[in-house]
Each structure stands twice: as C-alpha cells, then as structure tokens.
C-alpha cells in the first residue's frame, strides 16, 4: 500500500509565525502535489515538483514556498502565516508516467492562524 | 489552461436510488477522468477512472461515462448506501505529468 504520510493533523499558528508541513511518501515517486482544500472551492493546487530540486508553481502559490531535498520528503512553508491561509492541507504523490495515473493523497493537516 | 466545472454542488438521493454527478472539461486534449471519494474526515481516494479511449467504464454500482464531443463526463451510482455519503470530486488531465485540475466538489447525502 502506498503511504503518504503528513507530519502533523491539526496546528495552531499565530499570525506572522513560520509554518513547516511535511509531507513523505514510500513508493519512490516522482511528482509530489501540494492542495489547499475549502469548503465550495474544491482542490486547489499551491504547488507541485516533478523530481528532487524541482518546483512549479501551481494555481495559488502567493505566501507559500516549497522545498525537496529528498525524493521522499515534500515540505510546504508559510514564511509569514496569515488569517486567510487557515485551511486544510492536502499532500499527494503519483509515479512518474507518460500515461496519468492514481493520485495518492496524505491524510491532511488542518491548520488554523490565530 | 484546463477548467473543470461539477455539478451539482450539493445531492440528496433515498437510499436505493441513483445519483449522477456531472462534469464538463475546456481542454479538448484532455484524456484522463478520474473521479474521488473522500469521507468525512478522511482523505480523496480514487474510486473509477475513464482514459479517452472509452466511452463507459463500471465497477459494480459505479459507472462513468465520457462524451468526448461534448467535453462531458459524469459518475452514476446506482443502488445507493448511506456509506456511498461523501464528497465526490471529478478531475481532469491531459498528459502523465502535468497536475490533475479537479472540480469543486459534490456533497452527497444518502437518506436511509
């Protein structure tokens, strides 16, 4: 079984505060995604890399950064946390593929800033 | 780039009636519909997917059907449950490597 594993459920920040979520994945995958989810606005990709050190942009990436050192090993960071990045937080891998395949999701990290 | 609109947004059936949710999709190069299913609390997992080469696809009381003309696509499910309860989200893609674009999501509810 694919296992993707998101390092914390739930967080507390405060405004201004810097914000790591982990994310590691086991089966060896390429592309790992980052989506915020809310309610009525769906899967909202922040970010997405095809291989280590890469990164692209995704459809919201304003105030988050990403980094991936490590094939395994995926990290979403909010340099400056803010009321309007209170959200759920998807993280995704999916092999490597000229034909798309399964998206395999963590279980989330719900964040709130206070 | 590819839009991808659901419909609708919420869906109340009886229990052992069907339920139809529809999607349509911009990008004719799209070849890859997948669908989601997240309970509560719990996170999106892949239950059908359709590739462009097909126009139908059933795995017991699910099934998805893709009119590829009219950029279309929609998820039946038959003989509901109070377990087929969740959210359903429908997506698109039009190469191995490019990121799934998903629709907002539709919230089933099942009444027994």
């Known amino acids: 079984d694919v296992k993707v594993t998101q390092s914390s459920r739930y967080l507390v920040k405060r405004t201004g505060e810097k914000v790591f979520l982990e994310c590691v994945q086991d089966m060896d995958h390429e592309n790992m995604f980052w989506y915020r989810q809310d309610p009525g606005l769906g899967l909202r990709l922040i970010y997405f890399?095809?291989?280590?050190?890469?990164?692209e942009k995704g459809d919201i990436p304003e105030g988050y950064s990403v980094s991936r050192e490590k094939k395994e090993r995926f990290s979403l960071i909010l340099e400056s946390a803010s009321t309007n990045q209170t959200s759920m937080y998807l993280c995704a891998s999916r092999e490597l593929g000229r034909r798309a395949g399964e998206l395999f999701f963590g279980e989330g990290s719900r964040l709130t800033v206070l | 780039g590819e839009n991808v609109e659901q419909h609708p947004s919420t869906l109340s059936v009886q229990e052992g009636d069907s339920a139809v949710i529809k999607c349509t999709y911009s990008d004719s190069a799209s070849n890859y519909f997948p669908w989601y299913k997240q309970e509560l609390g719990k996170r999106p997992q892949l239950i059908i997917d359709?590739?462009?080469?097909?126009g139908e696809k059933k795995d017991q009381r699910i099934a998805v059907t893709l009119n590829k003309t009219a950029k279309h696509f929609s998820l039946h499910i038959t003989e509901t449950q109070p377990e087929d309860s969740a959210v359903y989200f429908c997506?698109?893609?039009?190469?191995?490597?490019?990121?799934?674009?998903f629709g907002k999501g539709t919230r089933l509810s099942v009444i027994a």
């Open positions: 359709i590739r462009s080469n097909v």
């Open positions: 890399s095809y291989d280590v050190k890469m990164k």
């Open positions: 997506a698109a893609i039009n190469s191995g490597n490019t990121p799934l674009v």
